[in-house]
C-alpha cells in the first residue's frame, strides 16, 4: 500500500491588491511583458496561470485602494485536511475563516482562512478547477507556446518570500501546526533563526514553497517562478532589460540560501519578483535534516558571486 499524503499538498496562488484603475497596467505587465495567460476575468479581478499550470490560476490581481498582499492560497488533499488544519489552527488561538464554494475567488471549493504569527493571510482549499495544459494532454509540444516567446514565460509558481518581525515564531508555526518542513535556515551569533525556507512535498518548488524574511510583520518579500535552466534566465534577462523592466542588484545569479539560479526584478508597482531554477530536490521526510548558514555567511547564501551584502535585498517590497 502506498503512501498517502496528507495535509497541504501544494503552492496554489498569490492574490494581490493593487490601486490601478481597471488593473489596465497590471495586466498589460503580468499577461503582455511578463507573459502569463489570463484564464478569468470579472469585474474586480484578473486571474493569471503559468503556461505550464494545469489549474486556472496561479496569481490574482484585485483593484484595491492600496497596493497589498491580500492572501497565499494553498491546496490541500480533501475536506477532512480542511477540518484537522482548521482544529490545529484553532488549537493555537487563530480565528479561522469559514468561505463556501466560489467564495471569495471563483474556481475554489470550501476553504479555510487566517492569520499566522508574520501577519499574512493563508488560505486552504482541497478543490480548485483545472483548465488543463495549455499545449493538451495528447502528444502535447512541452515549448514555450508562441504567443509568450520573448517574455519571462513562468513555468510554475515556485514559492513566495514574507517578511517577519520574528521569524522563528512564524517558522515554528508553519512547522508544527500546519506541517511544512524546513529545508535551510539562516542563524545569527547567538544560534537564532532570523530566516528559513519551508516547504511540503513537492520536489517542484526545489524545497522552498514560503521563504521567511525577518522585517515588518504582514509583508511581502517576494514572488518566485519556475524555469528550467540556468540558459532561460540568462536569456530572459536580457528580455527583462530590453523591455525597461528594473533588474534588482542580485541577478542573474547562483543563489547558495535554496541552491537556485535566479534573476530578481520589479513589476510596474515596485512588487520583487524572482524567477528560479534548480533548488534542493527534497522529499518531506521527518529525518530531513535542514542546511544551517551563519549570518557571517550572507553573503555567500544570497549571492555566491558577491562579497558584500545588499541591504536593501532584504527590504520587503509589498
Known amino acids: 500500500m502506498g503512501l498517502k499524503h496528507r495535509g497541504i499538498l501544494r503552492i496554489a496562488y498569490v492574490r494581490l491588491g493593487l490601486n490601478d484603475n481597471r488593473l489596465a497596467q497590471a495586466r498589460n505587465f503580468y499577461r503582455d511583458r511578463f507573459g502569463m495567460l489570463e484564464s478569468l476575468r470579472d469585474t474586480e479581478r484578473a486571474y493569471l496561470r503559468c503556461w505550464h499550470e494545469t489549474f486556472q490560476y496561479n496569481l490574482v490581481l484585485e483593484q484595491s485602494e492600496q497596493h497589498q498582499l491580500i492572501e497565499i492560497g494553498f491546496q490541500v488533499r480533501d475536506d477532512d485536511d480542511l477540518e484537522q488544519l482548521a482544529s ?6 487563530c480565528e479561522v475563516e469559514q468561505c463556501s464554494p466560489g467564495e471569495p475567488l471563483k474556481g475554489m471549493g470550501r476553504s479555510i482562512a487566517f492569520t499566522i504569527p508574520g501577519g499574512q493571510r493563508l488560505r486552504l482549499a482541497a478543490d480548485f478547477d483545472q483548465s488543463g495544459y495549455v499545449t493538451g494532454f495528447e502528444s502535447p509540444d512541452w515549448v514555450t507556446p508562441r504567443e509568450l516567446r ?22 515554528k508555526f508553519l512547522t508544527k501546526t500546519l506541517g511544512f518542513f524546513i529545508s535551510e535556515q539562516i542563524v ?37 517562478f519556475s524555469k528550467e535552466d540556468p540558459n532561460d534566465i540568462m536569456v530572459i534577462g536580457q528580455y527583462l532589460r530590453e523591455d525597461g523592466i528594473n533588474i534588482d542588484t542580485y541577478g542573474p545569479t547562483r543563489q547558495p540560501y ?28 521527518p529525518e530531513t535534516e535542514s542546511v544551517i548558514w551563519t549570518e557571517a555567511a550572507l553573503s555567500k547564501a544570497l549571492s555566491y558571486y558577491d562579497a558584500d551584502v545588499n541591504p536593501g535585498f532584504l527590504d520587503h517590497s509589498l
Open 258 to 285: 535554496g541552491n537556485t539560479f535566479s534573476i530578481h526584478f520589479f513589476d510596474d508597482f515596485g512588487i520583487r519578483l524572482e524567477l528560479c531554477c534548480g533548488g534542493r530536490l527534497l522529499d518531506a521526510h
Open 188 to 224: 545569527n551569533e547567538s544560534g537564532d533563526v532570523v530566516s528559513g525556507l519551508a516547504y511540503r512535498m513537492s520536489r517542484d518548488v526545489g524545497g522552498q514553497e514560503l521563504a521567511v524574511f525577518p522585517g515588518e510583520n504582514g509583508h511581502l518579500h517576494h514572488i518566485a
Open 150 to 171: 520573448g517574455t519571462a514565460a513562468p513555468m510554475f509558481l515556485n514559492h513566495v518570500g514574507l517578511t517577519s518581525n520574528d521569524p522563528a515564531a512564524t517558522l
Open 88 to 93: 490545529a489552527v484553532e488549537a493555537t488561538g
